[in-house]
T-cell receptor, first 113, second 113 residues
Framework: EPEVTQTPSHQVTQMGQEVILRCVPI?????FYWYRQILGQKVEFLVS????????KSEIFDDQFSVERPDGSNFTLKIRSTKLEDSAMYFC???????????FGPGTRLTVL | KNQVEQSPQSLIILEGKNCTLQ??????????LRWYKQDTGRGPVSLTI?????NTKSNGRYTATLDADTKQSSLHITASQLSDSASYIC????????????FGTGTRLTIIP
């Protein structure tokens, strides 16, 4: 069964460093998403991406964040200068279209020291 | 402000027993409501998706109900199993697409033998 994959599973970085989180969505899906979940809190929407551009983003997704689909399979989230409060689990998701079920990856745990 | 509230916050039941989890939302305009299961440290997995016109939907031992007038939903789990131990998250989508989902804080369900 096709699934969303994410790498790395755990990323530790120093405050102020740039990190890139990688995702491979399900191959025939057209809509891609990033979410984050701070430990013990609810999942929060960050951004959605369709047709090579951002279609929706939350207030969390500020200038420190960017997304890219560098090739036909990968979808990345870049945090330019990490802050302590960026420590969280980051989930990638994909869906066939905007009304269908979103399939989530296993997540990347980001720890900013 | 769009909000999704769930109760109880946590629940412990004996294996084989049934349980019902509650969700209230103030998301507007409403498009659809989803229930997800999230195991610790993993991504959410979709259980059901219901639109405005659907009152109930089942997925095996999981049955979700929706009352769009009172903006309430429930998830009923029948004949619980140890593997049902997880967080159950109610998620609501704003009309116009599912691109921006609003997540509840979840109910932490523990099944004991």
């Amino acid at each position: 069964e096709p699934e969303v994959t994410q790498t790395p599973s755990h990323q530790v970085t120093q405050m102020g460093q740039e990190v890139i989180l990688r995702c491979v969505p399900i191959s025939n899906h057209l809509y891609f998403y990033w979410y984050r979940q701070i430990l013990g809190q609810k999942v929060e929407f960050l951004v959605s991406f369709y047709n090579n551009e951002i279609s929706e983003k939350s207030e969390i997704f500020d200038d420190q964040f960017s997304v890219e689909r560098p090739d036909g399979s990968n979808f990345t989230l870049k945090i330019r200068s990490t802050k302590l409060e960026d420590s969280a689990m980051y989930f990638c998701a994909s869906s066939e279209d905007s009304y269908n079920e979103q399939f989530f990856g296993p997540g990347t745990r980001l720890t900013v020291l | 402000k769009n909000q999704v509230e769930q109760s109880p916050q946590s629940l412990i039941i004996l294996e084989g027993k049934n349980c019902t989890l509650q969700c209230n939302y103030t998301v507007s305009p409403f498009s659809n409501l989803r229930w997800y299961k999230q195991d610790t440290g993993r991504g959410p997995v979709s259980l059901t998706i219901m639109t405005f016109s659907e009152n109930t939907k089942s997925n095996g031992r999981y049955t979700a109900t929706l009352d769009a007038d009172t903006k309430q939903s429930s998830l009923h789990i029948t004949a619980s199993q140890l593997s049902d131990s997880a967080s159950y998250i109610c998620v609501v989508s704003v009309s116009g697409g599912n691109e921006k989902l609003t997540f509840g804080t979840g109910t932490r369900l523990t099944i004991i033998p």
